[in-house]
C-alpha cells in the first residue's frame, strides 16, 4: 500500500511539475492571464503617452454597446453595464503576488500556457503599468490600400481599409500619419466592422445614433496624411501599409440649397464659412445648372439631388447639400391586384415615384424602402408579393386586411391603398388618404465580458490525470 502511495505521489509531482510552466515561469514567478484593462492604460504605451484614451459612452436603443460576446460586433470589450465600454480584455503577464489583487479590481483570469501576445502588467497600490504589446511571433507588416471619406455618419474622417486582419479579433487599431502622429481608435465610436474606422476633428461632434463623440485627441489629424494603420490581435501587431492618404482639412462651413418645386424654375444656394483660399468647384446633379448663388432647372422630376463644393487644390475637404424639389401629384394608382401608372402620367414617372420610395406603413409599422433591410413589397408586374420577409420576419404573416401607405421622397402627399389576404383569394380595395406614421424600436443588451481566450483548471487536470494512474496501477498490483 505503501508503494501504491508513493507512486501516486510520485506521478501527482511529476504532472504538477511538467504543468506549472504553462501558466508560471517558477524563475521569474510570473503568471499569464486575462484582465480588464482600460482603453487609456491599454493605449498609453502604443502613442507613447500622447494622450489619454477615453472610455466609449453610447446612448444606442439597440444596447450594440454591450454586444461583446463571440461573433459581436464589440467582441472582446468589457463594459459597466450601463452603455460605457471600458477597455479591453486582453492577455497579460503579471508577477504572482500581484494575482490576487488583480482579479478583485481588473478580472484578472489565469491562462493554461503562455500567450503569442500579451501585455506586461504591474501594480502598485492603485497605479497599474501596462507595456507595449509583447509579439512573441514579431510584427507583421503587409501591404493593402484605404480610401478616405469625409462624409460620414460617425465622424469627420471615416477610413476603410484593405489587407486588415479578417476572421479575428480586433482588441485595438492604431492610425498612424507621416508626419509621426498615432491616434488610437475605440470599439463602436471609431472601430466598426468590415475595416471601416471613423472619427471626429472638432466638426461633426454627434454621431449618426445621436451620441456625442470625443474629438479633443484628434483634432490634430485635420490635414495629416495617414501612411498606414496598425492591428492589435491575439497574434499581435499587424500594420497594413495604405500607401499616402491625405486627410483633407474639414471646417464649420455650411453649402444650403432650398427646397422647391419640381418641373421647371430655380432655387437660392448658399455658400458660408469657406477659408478664403478654398477654390470652389461647385457642381449639381445632372440636369441641374448652378451658380454661388442659385439652381436653376428645367423639367427636373420629383426627388433629392445633390450641390457639391470641391476645393480645386484638395487642401480642403469637399461639402455637399441636398435639396428636395417635390410635386403634389400622385402618379400610381393601385388596381386590380397591382400597382400601376396613374391615368394621364407616364412609366417614367411611375418609375420616378418607385426610385424615390422611403419608407413603407404596413398596418402602423414602418419598413425601410432602401438600404440592406429595406422591403421588396412589389414584384416585377406590381403585385403585391405577400410572401416578402424584413429581417427574416413575414409582413404578412396572417389572412385579413392589411392597410398600406407608399411615402416617397419629393411627393407631398403619401399614397394608400388597402389589400385583403386570404389563402384561397386575395382582394383588393383602393383608397386615397394620408396616414400617420409609427415606427417601433427594440431595445436589447448583454452586460457579461468575452475575453476570447480560453483557459482551463489546471488543479482538476492535474487530479484527474493521477487518478487515472492510481487506478492503473493498483489493478496491476492486484
Avoid at 517558477?26 to 491599454?42: H, L, Q, R
Avoid at 509579439?135 to 480610401?147: L, R
Avoid at 451658380?291 to 428645367?298: A, G, K, Q
Avoid at 480560453?454 to 487506478?471: D, I, R, S, Y
Wanted: with cysteine; glycine share 8%.
Amino acid at each position: 500500500m505503501k508503494k501504491i502511495n508513493s507512486i501516486i505521489s510520485a506521478a501527482v509531482c511529476t504532472l504538477t511539475l511538467t504543468a506549472v510552466p504553462l501558466s508560471v515561469s517558477a524563475a521569474e514567478e510570473k503568471v499569464y492571464g486575462t484582465m480588464n484593462i482600460p482603453y487609456a492604460d491599454f493605449y498609453k504605451a502604443e502613442i507613447e503617452d500622447a494622450y489619454e484614451v477615453d472610455a466609449v459612452s453610447s446612448a444606442t436603443t439597440k444596447g450594440k454597446w454591450g454586444m461583446n460576446g463571440q461573433g459581436e460586433i464589440v467582441e472582446g470589450t468589457y463594459n459597466n453595464g450601463n452603455g460605457t465600454i471600458l477597455g479591453v480584455n486582453f492577455p497579460v503577464e503579471v508577477s504572482a503576488d500581484a494575482v490576487d489583487a488583480l482579479k478583485e479590481k481588473y478580472n484578472f483570469s489565469p491562462l493554461d500556457s503562455k500567450p503569442a501576445a500579451y501585455k506586461e502588467v504591474s501594480l502598485s497600490g492603485d497605479s497599474l503599468s501596462v507595456s507595449k504589446l509583447v509579439d512573441t511571433n514579431g510584427e507583421q507588416t503587409v501591404d493593402g490600400s484605404a480610401t478616405v471619406s469625409t462624409n460620414s455618419y460617425y465622424g469627420d474622417y471615416q477610413i476603410k481599409v484593405t489587407g486588415y486582419p479578417e476572421n479575428t479579433v480586433l482588441y485595438g487599431v492604431i492610425v498612424n500619419t507621416k508626419e509621426g502622429d498615432r491616434y488610437a481608435m475605440r470599439h463602436l465610436e471609431n472601430i466598426w466592422r468590415n475595416g471601416s474606422y471613423a472619427w471626429s476633428a472638432g466638426i461633426k461632434t454627434v454621431e449618426y445614433h445621436g451620441n456625442h463623440v470625443s474629438f479633443e485627441d484628434y483634432e490634430s489629424s485635420k490635414g495629416k496624411t495617414v501612411t498606414s494603420v496598425t492591428f492589435i490581435t491575439l497574434d499581435g501587431y499587424t500594420t497594413v501599409n495604405v500607401g499616402e492618404q491625405y486627410l483633407p482639412i474639414r471646417f464649420a462651413g455650411e453649402v444650403k440649397a432650398e427646397d422647391a418645386s419640381a418641373g421647371t424654375g430655380k432655387t437660392s444656394l448658399s455658400l458660408t464659412g469657406f477659408p478664403e483660399d478654398y477654390k470652389k468647384v461647385i457642381t449639381a446633379d445632372e440636369g441641374l445648372n448652378v451658380t454661388e448663388t442659385e439652381i436653376s432647372y428645367t423639367d427636373a422630376k420629383p426627388g433629392k439631388y445633390n450641390v457639391n463644393v470641391t476645393d480645386e487644390s484638395g487642401k480642403y475637404a469637399p461639402m455637399t447639400a441636398q435639396f428636395i424639389l417635390s410635386t403634389d401629384d400622385i402618379p400610381v394608382k393601385f388596381a386590380d391586384g397591382k400597382l400601376k401608372t396613374a391615368d394621364g402620367f407616364t412609366d417614367d414617372d411611375r418609375a420616378n415615384f418607385l426610385n424615390n420610395l422611403a419608407t413603407v406603413d404596413i398596418n402602423g409599422t414602418s419598413y425601410r424602402a432602401t438600404g440592406s433591410k429595406a422591403i421588396k413589397l412589389f414584384k416585377e408586374d406590381g403585385s403585391i408579393d405577400f410572401d416578402v420577409t424584413v429581417s427574416d420576419a413575414k409582413v404578412f404573416e396572417n389572412n385579413g386586411t392589411y392597410n398600406i401607405t407608399l411615402n416617397s421622397t419629393g411627393y407631398n402627399s403619401p399614397y394608400s391603398f388597402e389589400v385583403k389576404k386570404d389563402v384561397q383569394n386575395t382582394t383588393v380595395t383602393t383608397t386615397a388618404k394620408t396616414t400617420a406614421k409609427t415606427a417601433k424600436t427594440t431595445t436589447s443588451a448583454s452586460n457579461s465580458p468575452k475575453t476570447g481566450v480560453n483557459g482551463m483548471a489546471l488543479p482538476v487536470a492535474v487530479l484527474a490525470l493521477a487518478g487515472a494512474t492510481a487506478f492503473v496501477l493498483r489493478k496491476k498490483n492486484d
